[in-house]
T-cell receptor, first 115, second 113 residues
């Protein structure tokens, strides 16, 4: 298995809803990432997990809450989002913290629309 | 600190003609460099990577890139464009041994019949 699987593929939520995005990989990668991508822009790093511990939080608002229950799974919990949070949310993984040597594997993303 | 400049926001080619997507980088340390491709409403797919081995790197789908340290460039080329190559391409840099990536702003490749 050489894939990163993200669910759901599309999500529409109201500003008062609570929802979660899920990301799964079975490649034995020990670093996992959340990125946010707005239209016609490059991805922006949100969070980095290394060996199931949060390593980097790029000053992301608290309405986004990441969770790494085990080495294969990464969640992003969403609460009280704003319309400007509408974007493609990408999950990625790499072999370990020094992922530069191998590159990242990206999932196909969740297209989030906040109404 | 590192940065990436993709010199063209859009490149248009005809099917069967060569492709050149330009990327210049700056990095305080020995860099790793990547090219990723993103088709509409899809995730990013790794095309190729340079990590201090051979300077001419071959990737998937007939793409290749050459690392030129003296010019701080890592241009992406393909001898003959295919319609399926139409997509957004990102040049990415990171210092060797680090994990966070710095993305260029992307180049949209348009391929006409």
């Amino acid at each position: 298995d050489t894939e990163v699987t993200q669910t759901p593929k599309h999500l529409v939520m109201g500003m008062t809803n609570k929802k979660s995005l899920k990301c799964e990989q079975h490649m034995g990668h020990r670093a996992m990432y959340w990125y946010k991508q707005k239209a016609k822009k490059p991805p922006e790093l949100m969070f980095v997990y290394s060996y199931e511990k949060l390593s980097i939080n790029e000053s992301v608002p608290s309405r986004f809450s990441p969770e790494c229950p085990n080495s294969s799974l990464l969640n992003l919990h969403l609460h009280a989002l704003q319309p400007e949070d509408s974007a493609l949310y990408l999950c990625a993984s790499s072999q370990d913290w020094t992922g530069a040597n191998y590159g990242y594997t990206f999932g196909s993303g969740t297209r989030l629309t906040v109404v | 600190a590192q940065s990436v400049t993709q010199l063209d926001s859009h490149v248009s080619v005809s099917e069967g003609t060569p492709v050149l997507l330009r990327c210049n980088y700056s990095s305080s340390y020995s860099p790793s460099l990547f090219w990723y491709v993103q088709h509409p409403n899809k995730g990013l797919q790794l095309l190729l990577k340079y990590t201090s081995a051979a300077t001419l790197v071959k990737g998937i789908n007939g793409f290749e890139a050459e690392f030129k340290k003296s010019e701080t460039s890592f241009h992406l080329t393909k001898p003959s464009a295919h319609m399926s190559d139409a997509a957004e391409y990102f040049c990415v840099v990171t210092p060797l041994g680090y994990s966070t990536l710095t993305f260029g702003k992307g180049t949209m490749l348009l391929v006409s019949p």
